[in-house]
């Protein structure tokens, strides 16, 4: 079975400054994907960046970027130069390889970007 | 490409009645997955269907149930509706093959409540 925790429930960041939103995983899986999605006030959860488990380099979408930590099963995002309309719940998601689409979410961290 | 598109938007039905969702994927996406959002209980899993078989499903009760058809609309069923069962449900495609999964697309959710 697989976990994801995000031990973070509410997080809030200056306009303009960095943010760093925490998870960690637990999986018996060799081969996985790893995902921070964003889920505004308006429901819509939008995919922000994604991480293949083979891969070591940490993957980068203009202002998002990951610390993948695999031996320590950790996955964190870096949202640097925030903006008001970044402000949305942000889920992390474990999903294992092998033909099924199962995401497992974490609880959730509520990002509040401040003017 | 339309996105994922969830009919109702919204529902309101009263406790031992039943409910059906509907979710239309993105064109070419061959699964769909169904997930239950509840602030107690986070985003859980309830099943997958793909290419008109359910490959995989969540810890729900046998109230919940679901179908694919040819065209990969989804629809899924609650019965016997329970006061817990109120929640957004949301649902997702992917444009995965056999086994090879890929990021998943969201639809905006229906929000059930039952009285």
């Known amino acids: 079975a697989q976990t994801v925790t995000q031990s973070q429930p509410e997080m809030s960041v200056q306009e303009a400054e960095t943010v760093t939103l925490s998870c960690t995983y637990d999986?018996?899986?060799?081969?996985?994907?790893l995902f921070w999605y964003k889920q505004p006030p308006s429901r819509q959860m939008i995919l922000v960046i994604r991480?293949?488990?083979?891969?070591?380099q940490n993957a980068t979408e203009n202002r998002f970027s990951v610390n993948f930590q695999k031996a320590a099963k950790s996955f964190s995002l870096k949202i640097s130069d925030s903006q008001l309309g970044d402000a949305a719940m942000y889920f992390c998601a474990c999903l294992p390889q092998g033909g099924s689409e199962k995401l497992v979410f974490g609880k959730g961290t509520k990002l509040t970007v401040n003017p | 490409k339309a996105g994922v598109t969830q009919t109702p938007r919204y529902l309101i039905k009263t406790r031992g009645q039943q409910v059906t969702l509907s979710c239309s994927p993105i064109s070419g996406h061959r699964s769909v997955s169904w997930y239950q959002q509840t602030p107690g209980q986070g985003l859980q899993f309830l099943f997958e269907?793909?290419?008109?078989?359910?490959?995989n499903k969540g810890n729900f009760p046998g109230r919940f149930s679901g179908r694919q058809f040819s065209n990969s609309r989804s629809e899924m069923n609650v019965s016997t509706l329970e006061l817990g069962d109120s929640a957004l449900y949301l649902c997702?495609?992917?444009?995965?093959?056999?086994?090879?999964?890929?990021?998943?697309?969201f639809g905006q959710g229906t929000r059930l409540t039952v009285v």
């Open positions: 991480q293949e488990a083979y891969k070591q």
């Open positions: 997702a495609s992917s444009s995965q093959t056999v086994s090879l999964s890929t990021e998943a697309f």
């Open positions: 269907y793909f290419s008109e078989t359910q490959r």
């Open positions: 999986t018996s899986e060799s081969d996985y994907y």
